[in-house]
């Protein structure tokens, strides 16, 4: 059941959730491997879908979400990244900023697909990520089924909700 949905910065509505929330990655971050969202131990996840492996603003969304994973932690929400990219790939971010939170390989963006990331720019973008997909955060009930509760879809590359629009989200279910 859907509570809410949210889009990008105008605030639409008719983004829709995939019919099976749930999925299992190649984990290269904390946790186990493969990482299954519904075995999470945590209330929430915040699932972080990245653009590419060059994409900074990417790069600077994780930097600050290892910032605040203390914040994260005691709100009882588990960040989770999804990036499109190959096992060494991920692994590079991993090590380079230290995360201490689940990162999930997602080669073939079967999860991205699964949870519709949106993108833009037709074949290029559907070809070339660091073009065409933009930016996503999804907040999933863990305490039952896994169910979506609050989605922000990107309109371009920089449009991204805050850690504070975030944790306050979560706040408004648990």
Same mark, same amino acid.
């Given at each position: 059941?859907?509570?809410?949905?949210? /889009?990008?910065?105008?605030?639409?509505?008719?983004?829709?959730?995939?019919? #099976?929330?749930d %999925? @299992?990655?190649?984990? =290269?971050?904390?946790?186990?491997?493969? %990482?299954?969202?519904?075995?999470? #131990?945590? *209330?929430?996840? +915040?699932? %972080?879908?990245?653009?590419? $492996?060059l994409? /900074?603003n990417?790069?600077?969304?994780?930097?600050?979400?290892? +910032?605040? $994973? *203390?914040?994260?932690?005691?709100a009882?929400?588990?960040? =989770?990244?999804?990036?499109?990219? !190959?096992?060494?790939?991920?692994?590079?971010?991993?090590a380079? &900023?230290?995360v201490? &939170?689940p %990162?999930?390989? #997602?080669? #073939?963006?079967?999860?991205?697909?699964? &949870?519709?990331?949106?993108?833009?720019?037709?074949?290029?973008g559907?070809?070339? *990520?660091?073009?065409?997909?933009? !930016?996503?955060?999804?907040?999933?009930?863990?305490?039952?089924?896994?169910?979506?509760?609050w989605? &922000? +879809?990107? *309109? $371009?590359? /920089?449009d991204?909700?805050?850690?504070?629009?975030?944790?306050?989200? @979560?706040?408004?279910?648990?």
């Open positions: 059941m859907l509570r809410l949905i949210k /889009g990008g910065s105008d605030g639409r509505s008719d983004l829709g959730v995939p019919g #099976d929330v %999925f @299992a990655g190649a984990n =290269v971050g904390a946790g186990p491997d493969p %990482f299954v969202l519904s075995e999470a #131990d945590a *209330d929430l996840a +915040a699932l %972080f879908f990245h653009r590419d $492996h994409c /900074g990417c790069r600077t969304q994780v930097k600050t979400v290892v +910032a605040r $994973h *203390d914040d994260f932690e005691n009882g929400v588990e960040p =989770v990244s999804i990036l499109p990219e !190959p096992r060494d790939r991920a692994a590079e971010w991993v380079e &900023y230290d201490p &939170y %990162f999930v390989a #997602d080669p #073939d963006a079967e999860i991205a697909s699964q &949870y519709g990331q949106r993108r833009r720019f037709g074949p290029i559907r070809r070339v *990520d660091l073009i065409g997909r933009m !930016p996503e955060v999804v907040l999933v009930d863990l305490r039952r089924d896994p169910e979506v509760l989605r &922000y +879809a990107g *309109d $371009h590359p /920089g991204r909700p805050g850690i504070e629009a975030i944790l306050e989200e @979560a706040a408004k279910f648990t």
